[in-house]
Structure formats: C-alpha cells, structure tokens
T-cell receptor
C-alpha cells in the first residue's frame, strides 16, 4: 500500500515553455502533498506544501508564480513549471501524507526535467 | 540554519561489514525520525523510522539508535551488501506542524564493496 506515482518520469522541453508534472496517490487519499526539488548529489529541498482544496504554502525563496501547484483532489496534485529556463532543470519529487499514518510521507519516483 | 546535520557525506564499507550513518538535530520538538534510501534516478523510499519514546528500533538488518539527551540518531546497517549501495537521508518532523513538514539531512552516499 501507500503508492505514489508521478507522470511523466522524464521530460525535455524548450526554454520558455511550461511543463506540468502530475503526482497521484494510488491507494490512499492524500490530505497533504509536498513538492521537492533535488539537484545532483544534493538533498531534497522542499518547495511547497499543499492541502486539497486550498492554496499551496511555498517555502522561502520559491517563486509561486513560476511553480504553480494545484491540489484539486485527494489523489492528485500538479506542479506546473511556467516559462521554464535551463536553471529549472532538476529532479522534481512529490510526496503524499494520508494523515492516518502519523507523520509518514510516501514519495513518488520523481520526474527528471531538462530544459534546453 | 540546517535543522538536521548528517554525517559522513560518503561511506565505503566492505561486504558483510556494518555501515553507520549519524544525524543530529536541534529542535527538541521533533517527534518523528525516518530514514530514507534513494537509488539514482529514483524517489526516496522509507527504510525505518523511530519516535523519541524508544531508544532503538530494529527491522531486519536495519537499526535506528536514538539518543534523546544528545539529540542524535543513527542508522546501522548490519551485514552490508552491495545492493545496499545508495544514498541515505535522515529526516525529522514535528507533529502536525506545517502539515508534517520534513527537515532532511544532507545525505550519505554508501558504497558497499563486494
């Protein structure tokens, strides 16, 4: 149980375009979802926290107009990187918390974004 | 300010040996301490987690030791295998604050040599 999927697993786009990444909890309802960014050989950096039906809470230094997060249902959250630039190239990982398993977060497999 | 400090940055262990990774935290309000294993190009997977009401938790070859007074916790991998070669992250969180926000360590790259 507690499976989280992400789509796509890899995406290559041109500079200036927007990219949408989906995060789904497959076998549980996620009251809270998190989006992380990870650079090579570095730790996970929390970008934002979202609860179903409400606005996401962004970490300091993360541009909310650039990284749009929508948590429309208890099983789906999306991250849209708007007007992507090469410096946005990174590994984006989502996680989901059900609220039942106290504190536990279940991570997705990640999405590798390359902006040319 | 880094809330969770992890060491070493990298670790090389012979097959069958014990791998030990250490983490230290500052905030005494933390009450959940998980360890994650991450393979290249994959998302982190929960290995084992502990709460501060116990000093040790063991699951198979993996053991967490927790020292509340020292604000430290460590991961021990017994009988390390080449398949354990991965990056390990410790984390900490505090109750329901910030919807279970995790504070991650910087990671330890483990290489188990055959």
């Amino acid at each position: 149980g507690a499976v989280v999927s992400q789509h796509p697993s890899r995406v290559i786009c041109k500079s200036g375009t927007s990219v949408k990444i989906e995060c789904r909890s497959l076998d549980f309802q996620a009251t809270t979802m998190f989006w992380y960014r990870q650079f090579p050989k570095q730790s996970l950096m929390l970008m934002a926290t979202s609860n179903e039906g409400s606005k996401a809470t962004y970490e300091q230094g993360v541009e909310k107009d650039k990284f749009l997060i929508n948590h429309a249902s208890l099983t789906l959250s999306t991250l849209t990187v708007t007007s992507a630039h090469p410096e946005d190239s990174s590994f984006y990982i989502c996680s989901a918390a059900s609220g039942r398993a106290y504190n536990e977060q279940f991570f997705g497999p990640g999405t590798r974004l390359t902006v040319l | 300010q880094q809330q969770v400090k992890q060491s070493p940055q990298s670790l090389i262990v012979q097959k069958g040996g014990i791998s030990i990774i250490n983490c230290a935290y500052e905030n005494t309000a933390f009450d959940y301490f998980p360890w994650y294993q991450q393979f290249p190009g994959k998302g982190p997977a929960l290995l084992i987690a502990i709460r501060p009401d116990v000093s040790e938790k063991k699951e198979g070859r993996f053991t967490i030791s927790f020292n509340k007074s020292a604000k430290q916790f460590s991961l021990h991998i017994m009988d390390s295998q080449p398949g354990d070669s991965a990056t390990y992250f410790c984390a900490a969180s505090k109750g329901r604050d910030n919807f279970n926000k995790f504070y991650f360590g910087s990671g330890t790259k483990l290489n188990v040599k055959p």
